[in-house]
């Protein structure tokens, strides 16, 4: 079960220029992230931006939501989800980071298994990945989502039943003409 992991409240920026950077980051809309949305668009994907996902908890967010798949994207930033590749603790009040950037970590994995539960896929793109590369990345999974199985006669589900449709449609038609 998740539990928040309050660091205690945050310490004075150590200088002007931190505080302003702090200050101007923001929480969505980010270049990554607009990056990301314009190659989806690019691909004709449609999708809503910082909404929450239905069956989930209210305060958390999805960056990006894919709702016909049910995908639920994130673009993390590399400092604050603490990337692999990139991650460092700054070296003013460390400690506090430290707990703060573990706090955000464990939240990212109850937010994952949250959306999982209520059968979302999730997937989570680095800010440093190439936008075009994880669009497609996240086309070839909306394929696979949304992939139809075929019936007997190699048609698609969703094509077999709107003849069904017609066709019970035409019968409808006969039946009330000869009455």
Known sequence: MYEHLNPGPPPLATNAATAKVMRNT??????????????????????????????????RRVDILLRGARIALFVDGCFWHSCPEHSQLPRANREWWRLKLLGITLRDHDTDAQLAEAGWLVVRVWEHEDPEEAAHRVHDLITERTAQPNDAKGRSAQRSNKMKLRDSDTTRKSLSRTR
Request: proline share 6%; charged share 40%; aromatic share 2%.
């Open 26 to 59: 923001r929480r969505t809309g980010t270049r990554p992230e607009l990056a990301l949305r314009r190659a989806l668009h690019r691909r004709g994907l449609r999708f809503v931006v910082d909404r929450t996902p239905a069956g989930t908890n209210r305060r």
